[in-house]
């Protein structure tokens, strides 16, 4: 491959990538590929070349924003308060899963046993020591996991992303899951 293929190779991969991102705030996680192309000015082939499942192509839209919670995470890790640290986390990741149409998409695959699911590997990563301080501090059960915390937020996300107010009915349903369903307890 010349040095002007490669060029021409990352271009293509730029410019497909940057109408994803658009394809998939507008129209979510299942946005159509040969809309992908066809916008970005490649052929179909070219895609799926670049990205060759959509859960590649839904991962890479995704990165920078599993890269701010991340990031995120690192900023809360050390709080004095570690139940509201691990909580204003997750209510971070539930504000990305209903605005960013498709990362909970990206984040609920099951792991593919050959490749994984990068974005909700991430993920787990980051809120892992925010999860142990809890636990440590008594705020959480000892039996949670990270993957449970973030299933759940996933499935919120999933759940009421046809509602006419999303967001607040998403930040309701964590509320109720995270208080408990028993008065008094």
Do not use: K
């Not at 021409?8 to 159509?32: K, M, P, Q, T, Y």
């Not at 179909?44 to 839904?58: E, G, K, M, N, Y």
């Not at 991962?59 to 509201?84: C, F, K, M, P, Y």
């Not at 980051?126 to 993957?147: F, K, N, S």
Request: glycine share 8%; net charge negative; hydrophobic share 45%.
């Amino acid at each position: 491959m010349t040095e002007s293929q490669r060029a021409d190779a990352r271009r293509n991969h730029g410019r497909i990538l940057a109408v994803a991102e658009r394809e998939v705030a507008e129209h979510g996680a299942g946005a159509s590929l040969e809309q992908i192309a066809r916008v970005a000015g490649v052929g179909s082939a070219t895609v799926r070349r670049h990205f060759p499942t959509r859960q590649a192509l839904l991962e890479a839209v995704s990165h920078q924003r599993i890269e701010a919670l991340s990031a995120r995470a690192r900023e809360l890790t050390g709080a004095s308060d570690s139940r509201d640290a691990l909580l204003t986390w997750l209510a971070g990741l539930m504000d990305y899963c209903v605005t960013a149409r498709g990362l909970a998409t990206a984040l609920s695959y099951e792991a593919d046993p050959v490749n994984g699911n990068s974005c909700a590997n991430v993920i787990g990563e980051a809120v892992e020591p925010l999860l142990r301080q809890a636990i440590e501090a008594g705020a959480v059960a000892e039996d949670v996991t990270a993957v449970e915390l973030v299933t759940l937020v996933v499935g919120i996300a999933m759940a009421t992303e046809q509602h006419r107010a999303p967001a607040a009915a998403a930040e309701r349903l964590l509320a109720v899951a995270v208080r408990g369903v028993s008065p008094g307890r």
